[in-house]
């Protein structure tokens, strides 16, 4: 940094380091590192086409040979298991196990979410929209593709009718039917609407 009065990105963008420094002192204190939360974290929020290992690579923008490194791990503990999908027998399935949703339950970023809603639902709306923004400009900057909330997609059918005969949610990229709570879920093809 320079002697010139700081500017509020310079600001933000050390409050923002500090934070994540904070947290991941948290996270080693679980015996867990930061990019295994970061891991559980995305296996507990993604859809089940995007809870591969590709699909964590992507998030995470890991390499695949870091990925295979963190999903051992996380499976020696206990954390997390794997399938061969029935479609591809090359492909795996990955998903929590109940200890590691259990775990999930125990998140230290929970605290952080408490203490951004405590500041009241209008700013923690900014917030949250401003880090979403900030997030998609950075990812876009390095290439990165952005992950998004199945509902928020142009591939994403809204069901139509009354329960109880309520038409399924449908991806139209994979031609599949998705359950209500699939379209608040991850999705490594989100391509925003």
Same mark, same amino acid.
């Given at each position: 940094?320079?002697?010139?009065?700081?500017?509020?990105?310079?600001?933000?963008?050390?409050?923002?380091?500090?934070?994540?420094?904070?947290?991941?002192?948290?996270?080693?204190?679980?015996?867990?590192?930061?990019?295994?939360?970061?891991?559980?974290?995305?296996?507990?929020?993604?859809?089940?086409?995007?809870?591969?290992?590709?699909?964590? +690579?992507?998030?995470?923008?890991?390499?695949?040979?870091?990925?295979?490194?963190?999903?051992?791990?996380? #499976? #020696?503990?206990?954390?997390? =298991?794997? =399938?061969?999908?029935?479609?591809?027998?090359?492909?795996?399935?990955?998903?929590?196990?109940? +200890?590691?949703?259990?775990?999930?339950?125990?998140?230290?970023?929970?605290?952080?979410?408490?203490?951004?809603?405590?500041?009241?639902?209008?700013?923690? !709306?900014?917030?949250?929209?401003?880090?979403?923004?900030? *997030?998609?400009?950075?990812?876009?900057?390095?290439? *990165? #593709?952005?992950?998004?909330?199945?509902?928020?997609?142009?591939?994403?059918?809204?069901?139509?009718?009354?329960?109880?005969?309520? #038409?399924?949610?449908?991806?139209?990229?994979?031609?599949? !039917?998705?359950?209500?709570?699939?379209?608040?879920?991850?999705?490594?093809?989100? !391509? +925003?609407?």
């Amino acid at each position: 940094m320079s002697d010139l009065p700081a500017s509020a990105g310079d600001e933000a963008a050390e409050y923002i380091e500090r934070l994540g420094r904070l947290l991941a002192s948290r996270e080693h204190a679980a015996g867990l590192n930061p990019s295994q939360w970061e891991a559980l974290r995305f296996l507990a929020r993604a859809n089940r086409f995007s809870r591969t290992p590709s699909g964590l +690579a992507l998030y995470l923008g890991a390499t695949k040979g870091t990925v295979s490194q963190t999903v051992a791990a996380l #499976r #020696r503990k206990g954390l997390v =298991e794997a =399938e061969r999908s029935s479609a591809d027998k090359r492909s795996l399935r990955l998903r929590l196990t109940a +200890a590691g949703r259990q775990l999930m339950a125990r998140d230290p970023l929970l605290g952080f979410a408490l203490a951004i809603d405590s500041q009241g639902t209008q700013s923690a !709306d900014c917030l949250r929209e401003a880090l979403a923004r900030l *997030l998609g400009a950075l990812q876009r900057q390095n290439g *990165l #593709r952005p992950f998004g909330l199945c509902r928020t997609c142009r591939h994403f059918g809204r069901g139509e009718g009354a329960e109880p005969v309520r #038409r399924p949610h449908r991806c139209r990229l994979l031609e599949v !039917d998705l359950a209500e709570f699939e379209a608040g879920q991850l999705c490594s093809e989100q !391509d +925003a609407a």
